[in-house]
């Protein structure tokens, strides 16, 4: 028996990650395959919602994160994969090993401040605090979308983006009622609570406002 084919929705969202991991950094290189940088995910409205960095390659880690369910964030319901709209990624390319850990940290904190400045709700839903660090000058950036347009038409829509959220949402309380958890799974909770409620309000004024006289 042939195994079934991967959900349509699965198949776009794995290929355009990696259409995305392949863009070109404008030298011929594709930013993927930065051995090290720092990276920050966007939703559907623009907000910023998840920041990270990696020294093994962009491309492995964010591909851990929007195609494997065996990473953290995913595993205890920290980040939905299909809430992420679009990537923006600083790469470094030539960093030297002895100062590596210093400048991806440094990096990491700069655009995590910057991140919070640009968020309605002053708040990103990393589980794990972001080490306090000396901003750094950040390397050109690439922030490319996840889907194309007729795809994304049918993913941003509200009403579904509420039930993926809620059932997020009630994912991760269970997790916290299940298990000892740190006190930053708890706040991506709060955060993902405010970013449910603030939704479902948009979209309830919206109905109201379509149904005045």
């Not at 198949?11 to 070109?24: F, I, K, Q, R």
């Amino acid at each position: 028996m042939k195994p079934k084919k991967e959900p349509e929705e699965v198949t776009a969202l794995y290929d355009g990650v990696s259409n995305a991991l392949d863009t070109d950094y404008g030298d011929g290189r594709k930013i993927g395959n930065s051995k090290c940088g720092v990276y920050l995910f966007f939703d559907y409205d623009g907000e910023p919602i998840y920041v990270g960095r990696t020294r093994e390659s962009l491309r492995g880690r964010i591909g851990r994160h929007l195609t494997n369910q065996r990473t953290d964030a995913v595993a205890m319901s920290v980040l939905d994969p299909f809430e992420v709209a679009e990537i923006e990624m600083w790469p470094f390319w030539d960093l030297d090993s002895d100062n590596v850990n210093e400048t991806l940290d440094r990096a990491e904190y700069t655009f995590y401040q910057n991140a919070l400045r640009e968020s309605k709700f002053s708040v990103v839903l990393n589980e794990k605090d972001i080490k306090p660090a000396e901003d750094i000058a950040l390397p050109r950036s690439v922030r490319v979308s996840i889907l194309p347009s007729e795809l994304r038409k049918k993913r941003e829509h509200p009403d579904i983006r509420l039930a993926r959220r809620a059932r997020t949402i009630a994912n991760l309380a269970r997790v916290i009622s299940e298990r000892s958890v740190r006190p930053g799974i708890r706040r991506t909770l709060w955060a993902q609570a405010r970013r449910l409620e603030h939704l479902a309000k948009t979209r309830l004024e919206e109905f109201e406002q379509r149904d005045e006289p």
